[in-house]
């Protein structure tokens, strides 16, 4: 067992493999799941757990080169994304139409669904890497 850090086995293969340029997505419970992507849905009722708490696990563990987000967030989930942003100060950030950042999820090498019930709280990891 490890001694802190992310438990979930299936979220740390994730982290572990992801590769450069890679992404992994953060999803609320309605962002439609593309086919052929893997999906480690964590999600147990309404709001738990919740964005912040697997972003923080998450983003803690992953080398992040760049990250998406819904330009709806900017004026349905200004905290959240405002709270994002903050997490990420530094990383360069996109943003893309809801409509677009669904359209680039088949791309995505892993989506981890939350409980989150925010709007559009869905963003997506650009992995880096550490050299």
């Known amino acids: 067992m490890r001694k802190e850090g992310i438990l979930n086995t299936d979220i740390c ?7 450069h340029t890679d992404y992994l997505v953060i999803a609320d419970p309605g962002l439609p799941i593309p ?12 709001g738990i757990p919740g964005f912040t708490e697997v972003f923080d ?5 992953l080398v992040i080169d760049s990250y998406i987000y819904a330009e709806e967030m900017e004026t349905a989930s200004t ?3 405002q ?27 892993v989506i981890i669904r939350t409980g ?14 550490n050299f």
């Open 13 to 19: 293969y994730a982290i572990s493999s992801l590769g």
């Open 116 to 129: 989150e019930c925010t709007p559009y709280a869905n963003v997506i990891l650009e992995g880096g890497v």
């Open 35 to 46: 086919e052929n992507v893997t999906v480690i849905d964590i999600s147990l009722v309404k």
């Open 79 to 81: 905290e959240l994304l």
């Open 57 to 61: 696990a998450v983003t803690d563990e």
């Open 83 to 109: 709270y994002v942003q903050s997490r990420l100060s530094g990383v360069p950030g996109q943003k893309l139409s809801h409509e677009e950042l669904k359209h680039i999820l088949p791309k995505a090498k």
